[in-house]
């Protein structure tokens, strides 16, 4: 089945700070996601993302599928964005239109 | 997008017992979902509950240890059976409001299960 890798594991980042989460898929993709995982658990959705470029306030994520990789980029981040940023992208076992996930990238903003 | 109400949102509960999370969606939706996400790691797909018939389990999960039903297009409940503090995780719920593959998932919130 489809693999996703993300990058980094860890990202720790002062208030008002910049950054670029990246994901990389095993194969080509018709089917990718953004989310954010809150310290209650709560999965958030950012961005359905197959293909191209989408922006929402601060958020804005770039799908290359040619290449394999999506980026979410945060700006001018604020503690309130901390917790685990996950892609996911086709599940391809038995339920084939579940989803496969990457192991995350726990962000803390720090003030 | 979906609202998708989901109980108990956590419990702790014995081992040996059993707990069963409930799934509520206010519209109807053509894919379910169930997930599970152990400590510190990422989310694994459970299975795909389908309406009027078996649910379809994933590689390591069987229907005698997370039964799972779904009696129409808004309703679906997991049991997680028999717990060991092993099945201690988030279990979320999952849909899709439309058929096939290149479509959103949304999320309920979880639930919280720690078995002692």
């Known amino acids: 089945g489809i693999q996703v890798e993300q990058s980094p594991p860890d990202l720790i980042l002062q208030e008002g700070a910049n950054s670029t989460l990246r994901c990389n898929f095993s194969?080509?993709?018709?089917?990718l996601q953004w989310f954010h995982q809150n310290p209650w658990g709560q999965l958030i959705n950012l961005f359905y993302i197959p293909s191209g470029t989408k922006q929402n306030g601060r958020l804005s994520a770039t799908t290359v599928a040619t290449e394999r990789y999506s980026l979410l980029y945060i700006s001018s981040s604020q503690t309130t964005d901390s917790g685990v940023y996950f892609c996911?992208?086709?599940?391809?076992?038995?339920?084939?239109?579940?989803?496969?996930f990457g192991k995350g990238t726990h962000l803390i903003i720090q003030p | 997008s979906a609202v998708i109400s989901q109980k108990p949102s956590r419990d702790i509960c014995q081992r040996g017992t059993s707990l069963t999370i409930q799934c509520q969606v206010d519209s109807q939706v053509t894919m379910m979902f169930w997930y599970r996400q152990q400590p510190g790691q990422s989310l694994t797909l459970i299975a795909t509950?389908?309406?009027?018939?078996?649910?379809?389990?994933e590689s390591g999960f069987v229907i005698d240890k997370f039964p799972i039903s779904r009696p129409n297009l808004t309703f679906s409940t997991l049991t997680v059976s028999n717990m060991s503090p092993e099945d201690s995780s988030i279990y979320l719920c999952?849909?899709?409001?439309?058929?096939?593959?290149?479509?959103?998932?949304?999320f309920g919130q979880g639930t919280r299960l720690t078995v002692v």
């Open positions: 509950a389908n309406q009027g018939s078996e649910a379809t389990y």
């Open positions: 194969d080509s993709v018709n089917n």
């Open positions: 999952s849909v899709k409001p439309l058929q096939g593959g290149n479509t959103e998932a949304f």
């Open positions: 996911a992208g086709p599940y391809s076992g038995g339920g084939a239109d579940g989803l496969t």
